[in-house]
Structures are given as structure tokens and as C-alpha cells.
């Protein structure tokens, strides 16, 4: 997982898993959806990756999905 923190948000780039982590860990939620979405990108043979842009540890935080093939 890579990142950066600028100001009060908190902005991470990685594995789906570890950004469900580091998103339950801020206080966020993690749409139920993520985990299926991640399934259906590496059966097709691409890279899953999650993105968290959130603020203060109480904030909501939103992911995207994005497929990279390997």
C-alpha cells in the first residue's frame, strides 16, 4: 500500500485487502461490493487495486476499483 497524507486527507493506493484494513482502521467503511469486484478483476487476469480518499478518522471513505493487466 502506498499513499500520502496532505492536510486532514489520508490517500491510499494498494491491495483491496489492505485497503479494506486501513479503511475499517480509520473508522470508514468498506463497500460489501469491493471484495466481488476484486474476484471478477483477477479471474479476467488483471491486477485489482483499491483506492481510499477519506478524511478525519470518523469520515466515510469512497474505493474504486481498477484493473491493470499483469
Keep these: 500500500m502506498s ?3 496532505i492536510n ?3 490517500l491510499r493506493k494498494g491491495a483491496t485487502d489492505a485497503i479494506a484494513q486501513f479503511v ?3 473508522g470508514g467503511v468498506v463497500p460489501d461490493e469491493l471484495q466481488q469486484i ?3 478483476i483477477s479471474r479476467r487476469g488483471g491486477t485489482p487495486l483499491a483506492v481510499a480518499n477519506g478524511g478525519a478518522p470518523s469520515a466515510s471513505f469512497t474505493s474504486r476499483m481498477s484493473s491493470r493487466a499483469a
Excluded: K, L
Aim: aromatic content about 8%; glycine content about 8%; charged content about 50%.
Design 3 to 5: 499513499g500520502a497524507d
Design 8 to 10: 486532514s486527507d489520508f
Design 24 to 26: 475499517r482502521e480509520q
Design 38 to 40: 476484486a474476484e471478477r
